[in-house]
């Protein structure tokens, strides 16, 4: 593995797991790198709400990069944060939630970090 890597944008890996209402792109996994436990991504959302899905075991590390973004979570996915560009989000492991775009006409970008070594989704019924 080198030291030092550069991945473009043409470079990401797009046929990553998905959730409907989603697109992830991978750049930081061991395909690209050859790092071990680290999965980070690009995540485009266009207006409306994700599928409900939960990452397992994996931490996860959100940080919004244009937009702003309503994750609801808990039992019943009664508990609401809003975040806008700027904000981080921490979710903790098999924590299901759904993000929803608040914008009618533009998409939400975000950066996401797990400790796993790929972008490990598990869509479930919600």
């Known amino acids: 593995m080198e030291d030092v890597i550069l991945i473009k944008p043409n470079q990401r890996i797009t046929n990553t797991a998905q959730t409907p209402g989603?697109?992830?792109?991978?750049?930081?996994?061991?395909?690209?790198?050859?790092?071990?436990?680290?999965?980070?991504?690009?995540?485009?959302?266009?207006?409306?709400?994700?599928?409900?899905h939960h990452h397992g075991d994996a931490e996860s590390a959100i940080y919004i990069i244009s937009g702003k973004v309503r994750m609801y979570f808990g039992e019943n996915l009664e508990t609401i944060v809003d975040a806008e560009a700027g904000d981080?989000?921490?979710?903790?492991?098999?924590?299901?939630?759904?993000?929803?775009n608040l914008s009618e006409t533009e998409p939400v970008e975000f950066i996401v970090s797990r400790n796993a070594t790929s972008?490990?989704?598990?869509?479930?019924?919600g």
């Open 22 to 52: 989603m697109v992830r792109q991978a750049a930081i996994t061991p395909e690209l790198c050859g790092n071990q436990g680290l999965w980070v991504g690009l995540v485009s959302a266009p207006p409306g709400s994700s599928g409900a």
């Open 88 to 100: 981080f989000i921490y979710v903790a492991p098999n924590t299901i939630h759904v993000e929803e």
């Open 119 to 125: 972008s490990l989704v598990v869509n479930v019924d």
